[in-house]
DNA sequence: GCTGAAAATAGGCGGGT
DNA sequence: ACCCGCCTATTTTCAGC
């Protein structure tokens, strides 16, 4: 399942996840290369699913988004039921940003963006009483210092 | 410096977030509107910086991102020099994806995206040379379970 | 796999309501 | 402020090399 990705669609890519928004000659130009060929590397790596539809990233800030949590659980179930009822709870709540199962000590970790706190509050009483977890600690952000979803490549 | 957004540009945000490959007519038509107003109020709110350029997100793993940490860091150090000089490496190293001071026992958290472990330990090495930090906890992600930056509008 | 051009489509802009 | 249609730029396809 691994593609093989060589160096020009490496700088289409770079080019894509700063600005997809430039034309195609625009990209060209700056990977070295022309338009048909710029144009076919990327529908190949649209198809192989490298890369997702262009999206705009709104400000949470300028929305009204104030508050940002890490939400980190343990718990003590680990049946598969249990999992599938918790994982869903997560794709459905449209608060929580990312999640992460983890290794160790903590088992997941959540990003939640929330208007205040108040709201989180809301949102972790909510999942509470959906899935039983045995112990959850927030991390209140009190200021974004980076946010990207670039790689390096 | 709050914008006012109205039900109008929700829906247009909300749109432009999940899918801005779309056509502006195909846009327009799924909020109630035309063509004209829906490029006015997306150029309006790129102007007050409520979105950036539209991007295109691509898959880290199957570029060989193989390995996510979050990195929970304590420090005694709270003079604005170290803060200046933390802030800088943040933003210097790539494979920082998410940075926030925090409010309470931890004072930040990352996200720290990285082809495998080995590249982790590279990563903190470098970090810790170049900035004092009292405590430093990394927890391994073994499953992204949920990954978006859209907002609940 | 690249080039260049042709066809299809969407962005951008002005006038009218 | 929105709707409509024109013009232009850009995307997308397809021939030939």
Known sequence: MSVRIDETDRKILSELQTDAG???DEIAKAVGSSKTPV???IRKMREAGIIGPPTVVPDAE???FEATFF???RTSEH???????FLAALQARPEVQEAHRLAGDIDYILKV???NARAYDVFYQALISEVRVYNVTALLSMEELKSTR???L
Chains 1, 2 share one sequence.
Not at 79 to 85: I, K, P
Request: proline share 4%.
């Open 22 to 24: 430039r034309s195609l």
């Open 79 to 85: 049946e598969a039921d249990w999992q599938r009822r």
């Open 113 to 115: 963006r929330v208007k």
């Open 62 to 64: 300028a929305l009204g």
């Open 150 to 152: 670039a790689l390096p």
């Open 39 to 41: 144009w076919n590397r």
């Open 71 to 73: 939400v980190l659980i």
